[in-house]
């Protein structure tokens, strides 16, 4: 039997009357009462007992003991407690919204005796002491240890109640028990959505009460079909919807005093879902000295930050920042669930296309985090059912109840030169005119993976914009046909009950797999439709739009390969609409599983356990690095052997989540920490990766210095044959045949 590894539960707290200890006894009675823990030997250490003032040694901390010692008897016993340990639960309080001074001086104490080694942050507070928990990563990181991405947040039952009382004097509240995790049991915001439909409207020109909703236009661009969650702004609450949508940054709602409240502007689009009326609420601040302004893929928005109370399902964030816009080209509030520019950029470089103040302001599940009512900025989206008419959003938390299979994860494909979006690659696609026929492959895609088009995911969005090589193959088998009048395909509405298919893997060889039957990719007819009269029939086809359209089809863009304008292409919600997804801000990545619909089954939702914790249950891709190469370099100089780069320091992070990157478990084999829903698991740097930030430091270092612009602006398209796929098969199958890769698709991958 392996000897069992020594934990030290450190309580760092140094104030005279404290709960740290409590806490820390809460945590290791949490763990050693769990069945699934064995081989460890857990002990309480408290900082306070140490007396460590600021640091009054002579040697420095890494000094010891190769060149020097401590003299200080303080300074031998607090190395000599720490030395013997092989893990550490770090158990911190957070005061004034950070790191206590008590808590980074022992940690600054040492060096050599925490170097190399695992250690898990629990953290405690008001609100659970997100901020000293991320504090504390980075220095531990910095230290070289290794910290598990799970970091639990424990915060006081009742927020400033009774319980916060009992802990200012050092007691544990009734409603704070010591054997549960308050902060996981309920850190979740539910909130159903449906669908809408509206005509969004030429701001330039009003119509009259008569006028009728034109079948000759329709256009992609403005969502005609949105998703909507009902809320309230102002005080008292001023009811409205808003627009769901996973890209948008910032939130937004429209000023009623722009809207036509008695003509067809207020019944057919401009706020027809609801506005605000500033003059109406007591909480409403505006100084009017900051524009807002956004643009996105959907459309863009013009008008003035404000300050206001924002209440989503039973949560009131009050005097969050958002938009109040005078003029937009869709009149409908935006809920935004993306990135926060100035929160998430990958890069100093990144630019950002959001607004004209310094900083992007928070969006939702930021503030839901910082106010306590979520662990981590991430959350899941699925339909009810098929027949996308409504949905559930649930911040904070999964449902294992909702789907079945695998729940993959995977990163999204980020760039130095642009702001972070939830996007993948489609790593190969295809397909069948019948359930009954073998899937064949579609499109070209290129062999490399940088060269596999790169999609955005956009559930709110009813449409799916895709390469023409790829979109032509699907209208091949979908019998769609180029609607003049439209400038957009078109299918015989009957091709609803098609027996087509689809299938699509996302991200890599071990991406997820949807499979779409072509039938869900029918527009409804109430969306839009158009009879056609054949004179050799003698009857009138009904067309419906297709949910597949082409760059190289309805708009003047010029017509691109696979691996190019890859942020015009995404991946719309009818291509999507079988899929469970969850989206992880917090660590850049996406989960997908296969929706199971019509359960009756009880809700089992599990929250996220910590701030940047893996998705609950999830099963993460395995480790592939893109990387910047110059045309014609090596195989040598270019580890992925694609030969290729975009010349603007593209590149992609991909399988390992912001906290594993850094990995726990090194040199402590068999270590296992779990609490309650926590685990720590153990990984190493890959070597990849580290020559992938290299050469990316050195292409940036260039750009900033004016040098080599303009000679590495493309990708060499003739150095990467186009991969063909195979039908899918029951199992992987990775053969090669001349220059040219075959993939074949896992069917039991989720869908």
């Known amino acids: 039997m392996t000897t069992a590894k020594k934990i030290a539960v450190i309580a760092t707290s140094t104030r005279k009357v404290r709960i740290g200890p409590k806490v820390a006894d809460i945590v290791k009675n949490a763990i050693s009462h769990d069945a699934s823990i064995s081989n460890i030997d857990l002990s309480l250490v408290e900082v306070a007992n140490f007396n460590l003032p600021v640091y009054d040694e002579v040697a420095l901390p890494a000094q010891v003991p190769a060149v020097a010692k401590f003299e200080h008897a303080h300074s031998i016993a607090w190395s000599n407690k720490i030395a013997k340990y092989d893990g550490y639960i770090l158990v911190i309080p957070e005061y004034n919204y950070g790191m206590a001074g008590g808590t980074k001086n022992a940690i600054d104490y040492l060096y050599n005796e925490w170097i190399g080694k695992p250690a898990v942050v629990v953290s405690y507070g008001i609100a659970g002491g997100n901020r000293a928990s991320e504090q504390a990563k980075g220095t531990l990181e910095g230290m070289k240890l290794r910290v598990a991405a799970t970091r639990p947040a424990l915060s006081f039952a009742g927020g400033a109640g009774p319980d916060l009382v009992a802990a200012i004097k050092g007691e544990v509240g009734e409603d704070s028990p010591a054997a549960v995790w308050p902060a996981a049991a309920t850190a979740q915001v539910r909130l159903p959505f449906t669908r809408q439909s509206y005509q969004p409207l030429n701001n330039n020109a009003r119509r009259r009460d008569d006028e009728r909703r034109s079948t000759s236009t329709f ?127 990958p890069s100093p470089y990144s630019s950002s296309s959001s607004n004209t103040t310094s900083e992007s302001l928070p969006t939702v599940p930021d503030r839901l985090l910082t106010d306590g009512k979520i662990n981590s900025t991430a959350y899941s989206l699925w339909l009810d059912d098929l027949s996308n008419e409504s949905g559930s959003l649930l911040l904070g938390a999964v449902d294992r109840s909702k789907f079945e299979g695998p729940l993959i994860r995977f990163p999204i494909v980020t760039s130095f030169s642009t702001s972070k979006v939830f996007n993948t690659r489609i790593y ?51 019998g769609a046909t180029w609607l003049e009048s ?33 039938s869900d990719l029918v527009i409804p007819s109430d969306l839009w439709s158009s009879s056609k009269w054949s004179w050799d029939t003698e009857t009138a086809t009904q067309y419906c739009l ?45 989960a997908i599983a296969k929706t199971k619909f019509g359960s009756g089954a009880t809700e089992d939702v599990v929250p996220f356990p910590g701030y940047a914790a893996e998705v609950p249950g999830s099963t993460s891709v395995s480790v592939v690095v893109s990387v910047y190469c110059p045309v014609g370099a090596t195989s040598d100089e270019c580890p992925n052997g694609s030969g290729s780069g975009d010349g603007y320091g593209y590149y992609d992070s991909v399988g390992l989540s912001r906290g594993a990157k850094i990995g726990i478990g090194v040199g402590v084999g068999g270590f296992s920490l779990i609490v309650l829903v926590l685990t720590v698991w153990a990984v190493m740097r890959c070597r990849r990766i580290r020559r992938a930030e290299a050469e990316l430091a050195e292409k940036q270092k260039r750009v900033e210095e004016g040098t080599g612009a303009g000679a590495e602006t493309g990708i060499d398209k003739d150095s990467n044959p186009a991969m063909s796929q195979q039908p899918p098969v029951a199992v992987k199958d990775v053969t090669t045949t001349g220059d040219v890769e075959r993939n074949k698709i896992d069917p039991s991958k989720p869908q």
């Open 219 to 345: 256009d992609f661009f403005s969502p005609d079909t949105v998703y909507l969650v009902n809320v309230t702004v102002g005080t008292p609450p001023q009811n409205m919807s808003m627009m769901l949508t996973v890209q948008a940054g910032e939130t937004w709602v429209v000023n009623a005093d722009n809207c036509d409240r008695d003509g067809y502007s207020l019944k057919y689009g401009w706020c027809k879902y609801g506005s605000f009326l500033p003059n109406e609420s007591s909480t409403y601040v505006n100084p009017g000295t900051e524009t807002f302004m956004t643009s996105y893929t959907e459309g863009y928005a013009y008008g003035e930050i404000m300050s206001e109370t924002l209440s989503i399902g039973d949560v009131q964030l009050g005097k969050l920042n958002m938009g109040l816009v005078d003029t937009a080209d869709t009149y409908i509030g935006v809920l935004a669930l993306g990135f926060n520019t100035s929160a998430y950029t």
């Open 546 to 590: 297709f949910g597949v359209q082409s760059y190289n089809s309805s708009t003047s863009s010029t017509s691109t390969t696979s691996g190019s304008s890859s942020s015009t292409y995404s991946l719309g919600g009818l291509m999507l609409k079988r899929a469970y997804m969850v989206f992880d801000l917090a660590n850049a990545e996406m």
């Open 428 to 478: 190969s696609i295809n397909g069948s005119t019948s359930s009954s026929d073998a899937l064949e492959p579609m499109g070209s895609l290129g062999a490399s993976y940088n060269d596999k088009p790169t999609v955005r995911i956009g559930p709110h969005d009813i449409a799916s914009w895709l390469p023409d090589d790829i979109a032509q193959d699907i209208y091949a088998i979908a």
């Open 486 to 518: 439209q400038s957009n395909y078109v299918v015989p509405c009957s091709a609803n009950t098609s027996t087509a298919q689809l299938a699509s893997q996302l991200h890599g060889a071990d991406g997820p797999v949807l499979n779409v039957p072509v």
